[in-house]
T-cell receptor
Framework: DQQVKQNSPSLSVQEGRISILNCDYT??????FLWYKKYPAEGPTFLIS?????DKNEDGRFTVFLNKSAKHLSLHIVPSQPGDSAVYFC????????????FGKGTKLSVKP | KAGVTQTPRYLIKTRGQQVTLSCSPI?????VSWYQQTPGQGLQFLFE???????NKGNFPGRFSGRQFSNSRSEMNVSTLELGDSALYLC??????????????FGEGSWLTVV
């Protein structure tokens, strides 16, 4: 039973345009959400996070939106750059279980020049 | 500030053997978690240690074990290796304090191949 779902295995975007990566979760006890970027054979690199008490968090080109009622979050990358091409993972943790991140299966983003 | 360091980066073991992987967390971080990444199952949580105590555990068999030392460095051990244990093993660290909301930082991983 997947508690964190990234339903799009891949996404292709033109350089300079917006990339929107989506993530759904089922466990209402999750209260902290993170996005990671990963290249093959490397560890995930932290991008941005959001607490369940917020609905938006911004850091440079990256913005994460959280819709708690829909149990949905999204990562917006504006403008997209070829160097953003990687696999993006959504992860969630709940109170009392920090250190235990539940990951989605990832979305492979390709940004074309 | 140095990141999470894992050793070795690559190793090949034979079925039935055991393996020990090491992890040095970011300085000041007291929580160390371990994850397994495989193509089929994605990233899965193994266990988390905080102040030398296992605080959380995932759904892996008892062949997978770990420990944490007083300097927060951690090791994980897999005994009686099976072919299916071939994976990227990732160590992650965080401050570990508070109920939640700590950002978790990952190391580069240890690639284990079981033949």
């Amino acid at each position: 039973d997947q508690q964190v779902k990234q339903n799009s295995p891949s996404l292709s975007v033109q350089e300079g345009r917006i990339s929107i990566l989506n993530c759904d979760y089922t466990n209402s006890m999750f209260d902290y959400f993170l996005w990671y970027k990963k290249y093959p054979a490397e560890g995930p690199t932290f991008l941005i996070s959001i607490s369940s008490i917020k609905d938006k968090n911004e850091d440079g080109r990256f913005t994460v939106f959280l819709n708690k009622s829909a149990k949905h979050l999204s990562l917006h990358i504006v403008p997209s750059q070829p160097g953003d091409s990687a696999v993006y993972f959504c992860a969630a943790s709940g109170m009392g279980s920090q250190g235990n991140l539940i990951f989605g299966k990832g979305t492979k983003l390709s940004v074309k020049p | 500030k140095a990141g999470v360091t894992q050793t070795p980066r690559y190793l090949i073991k034979t079925r039935g053997q055991q393996v020990t992987l090491s992890c040095s967390p970011i300085s000041g971080h007291r929580s160390v978690s371990w994850y397994q990444q495989t193509p089929g199952q994605g990233l899965q949580f193994l266990f988390e240690y905080f102040s030398e105590t296992q605080r959380n555990k995932g759904n892996f068999p008892g062949r997978f074990s770990g420990r944490q030392f007083s300097n927060s460095r951690s090791e994980m051990n897999v005994s009686t290796l099976e072919l299916g244990d071939s994976a990227l093993y990732l160590c992650a660290s965080s401050s570990g304090t508070g109920n939640s909301g700590n950002t978790i930082y990952f190391g580069e991983g240890s690639w284990l191949t079981v033949v």
